[in-house]
């Protein structure tokens, strides 16, 4: 049995669409296991560029079937949006696109409940992708969320729907004196989902256990990242769900024992989109070209991401927590021409040093990274081949991140495009 799960170290955009496409000729099938529409992941080859929300990243290769597990909420506008736009493009998705029969739906109510929260927050606003991921998981753990397989039995689908809206509407109205939906309006526009999403609703959980028996392989694609989840991230400014290793094993109903390899996705530097603690950032020039060499603007939301240098405080934890068996760097490319690149190894607390990540956000908030201060590099890194064709100042680098976390390197990213990336044994650091 062969799982290799590919986990964001970060907070989220480390670059795991573009990983996750390239492994995806060594898989069977590409899988997602948490989060929704929320995960804005860039696949770039040729000329063309293109944003995946929900279905996997493996979709653009032909023999890869794709499956959306148990973990995921599912928004079914945005879900069929991205079928007809895969399709356009020619690639045949029903045979090769699975959804489990027992993901959570994202109604509309969800995403009016996120905005009135949000608005109602103020100050203390989370800075959600607005996509209703949070108010989904809530009805989910509630117990009175509606599910995919719902969506199949109209008669289960208006009972639930109804019971469900007039519910939400009571809270729109009384605690954010927010507008109500019309019941009959949702019923509607949700009931014709029925069709258009039966051929691909299955038992996903039998599906991938059937193909890790028959010897095939699985590459479990998470979206966000190890900080934003809900219980190892910067609570409360988090996600709703689990992008970290577990959450492979809850999202698709695969066994901890079929997972061999973890793939921890680590950008050269560190970014983080809406609000939280972010202790390596860059309000300053450094971090204005960071933002603009990465182009570092939100893939679903387009909201200009926060940039710092690299926090290996933060990394070492998210290894612990994930149990990477090798790592991904990307983005290396957007560090050529800065010199000094500095990088976080320790945090000052109240005059105190440590190398332990705080728990608690008000920590996170106040401790003062301390850097160890590197060579940068001037040379163009965007066509290595191989690990030995990048600058010794940039080999260094990177020996340093895996010696530091204690993970080797299994692969460098310098450049969007499937061609720029150093693989495989020609890659290859240990540690
Ligand atoms: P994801 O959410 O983890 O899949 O990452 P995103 O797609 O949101 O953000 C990563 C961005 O960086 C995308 O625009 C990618 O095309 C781009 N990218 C990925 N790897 C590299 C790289 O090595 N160098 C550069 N310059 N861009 C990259
Ligand atoms: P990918 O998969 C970066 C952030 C939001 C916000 C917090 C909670 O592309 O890496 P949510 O809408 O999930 O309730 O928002 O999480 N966030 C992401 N940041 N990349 C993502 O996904 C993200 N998905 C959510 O900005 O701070
Ligand atoms: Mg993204």
Known sequence: MAVTVVIGSQWGDEGKGKIVDLLSDEVAVVARYQGGANAGHTICWGDQTFILHLVPSGIFHEGVS????????????????EIGMIRELGYEVEGRLFISHNAHLIMPYHKKIEQAREQARDAG????????????????????????VDLLDRDVLRRKLKASIDEKNAILKSVYGAEELDVEQIIEEYVEFDKRIDPYVTDTAAYLNQTLREGKHVLAEGAQGSLLDVDFGTYPFVTSSHPTAGGACTGLGIPPTAVDRVIGIVKAYCTRVGNGPFPTELENETGERLREVGAEFGATTGRPRRCGWLDLVALRYTAMI????????????????????????????????QTRFPAEVQTLQTVEPIFDTMPGWTEDITGAQEFGDLPKTAQRYLQFVADFMGVGISMISTGPKRSQTINGQRSKISV
């Open 66 to 81: 794709c499956v959306i597990g148990n973990g995921v909420v599912i928004d079914p506008v945005a879900l069929m949006e």
């Open 322 to 353: 994930n149990g990477f068996t090798e790592l991904a760097i990307t983005k290396l490319d957007v560090l050529t021409g800065i010199d000094p690149i500095e990088i976080c190894t320790r945090y000052r607390y109240h005059d105190k040093e």
């Open 125 to 148: 606003a989370i800075g959600t992708t607005g996509r209703g991921i949070g108010p989904s998981y809530v009805d989910k753990f509630a117990r009175t969320g509606i599910r995919v």
